[in-house]
């Protein structure tokens, strides 16, 4: 059989269409399973990228805007408040999540924190098919949470999002690391979660996990594992050079008794962060740029 010149010309454009086609498709419009394990264990797959995403957590609507799914949330939590766009977004309860609008939202896809959203995940869990869409998370320092995105990424089809996401997270932290002169020292650091009574960041934390990139020694290692509670005497002993926290100022500390015996506070070196420090999702990247500048360059 003999094929025209034209014919060849058309069977050859139509292919290279194709080719290019596969080429442009977005991540989130993969064709295939996906599949991932999460935080319980639990291997979820599914057959096709997932369309319709319910987040259980604001860390996690967060993430999923940054690695390309987030035009495909359809439900989150009160507490979703970044990016702006999250807070156009149908509501699903705060902590305390309904069962009832997650399930008329029909989703394909749950993300939830693996210990944070324990209780929504055994009550969904008991929901016909719905169990079988959950996916949860729960990272506890960096490393996890590099990890966590390339999961979510797998698992909603956005893998390249997840890379690059997670690529210019590590840029960040390693240049927010170089801000420190080698042959400075490392600023005593203590991060208050809490004044009344006092709890600090301990080890094992994100802000353990920070304070160390950005060059700063974290003094709530002493006080154990987590978020722990820390004496006003033992704080004093301590005497850290850097107090930061989500809430407490400099004048603020100066009022209540003992505390001006500080360093910190006598230098007037207590640091307010934005609550991105204290949430796990791609921003607490910029949080160590920012706290690396506060140890780093005055």
């Known amino acids: 059989m003999r094929i025209s010149y034209g014919s060849a010309r ?6 290279l ?13 993969a064709v295939g399973a996906l599949t991932a394990v999460d935080d319980r264990g639990v291997r979820l797959r599914l057959t096709t990228p997932p369309r319709r995403i319910v987040s259980l957590s604001p860390s ?12 495909r949330i359809v439900g989150v939590t009160t507490y979703c408040d970044y990016p702006p766009a999250a807070r156009k977004i ?28 324990r209780l929504a995940i055994q009550a969904l869990g008991r929901v016909h098919d719905i169990d079988k869409a959950l996916f949860a998370v729960e990272p506890e320092n960096l490393t996890e949470l ?8 797998a698992i909603t089809g956005c893998v390249e999002g997840s ?49 160390r990139a950005a060059g700063g020694v974290n003094l709530g290692r002493s006080a154990g594992k987590g978020y722990v509670p820390l004496s006003l005497e033992r704080l004093i002993a301590l005497n850290p050079e ?17 505390w001006s015996r500080l360093s910190a506070i006598r230098n007037g070196r207590v640091y307010k962060l934005g609550f991105e420090a204290v949430r796990p999702a791609p921003r607490l990247a ?10 780093h360059t005055r």
């Open 10 to 15: 058309r069977v050859i454009a139509s292919g």
């Open 17 to 29: 269409l194709l080719v290019l086609w596969a080429i442009s498709m977005p991540p989130s419009e």
């Open 60 to 71: 996690l609507t967060e993430t999923l805007f940054a690695i390309g799914a987030g035009s």
């Open 90 to 117: 149908a509501k699903i309860g705060d902590y305390n999540t309904s069962v009832e609008k997650v399930v008329a939202l029909r989703p394909d896809l749950i993300v939830a924190g693996a210990k944070a959203n």
């Open 146 to 153: 590099y990890d966590a995105i390339h999961r979510l990424g």
């Open 163 to 211: 890379r690059r996401t997670v690529a210019h997270m590590k840029r960040v932290v390693r240049s927010a690391g170089r801000l420190r002169k080698s042959s400075s020292p490392r600023p005593r650091v203590v991060f208050v979660l809490q004044r009344d009574p006092i709890w600090v960041a301990g080890s094992g934390t994100f802000v353990d996990d920070m304070i």
């Open 242 to 258: 850097v107090i930061l926290s989500t809430h407490s100022t400099t004048r603020d500390l100066k009022r209540r008794s003992g």
């Open 286 to 295: 910029d949080a160590v740029a920012s706290i690396a500048k506060l140890l």
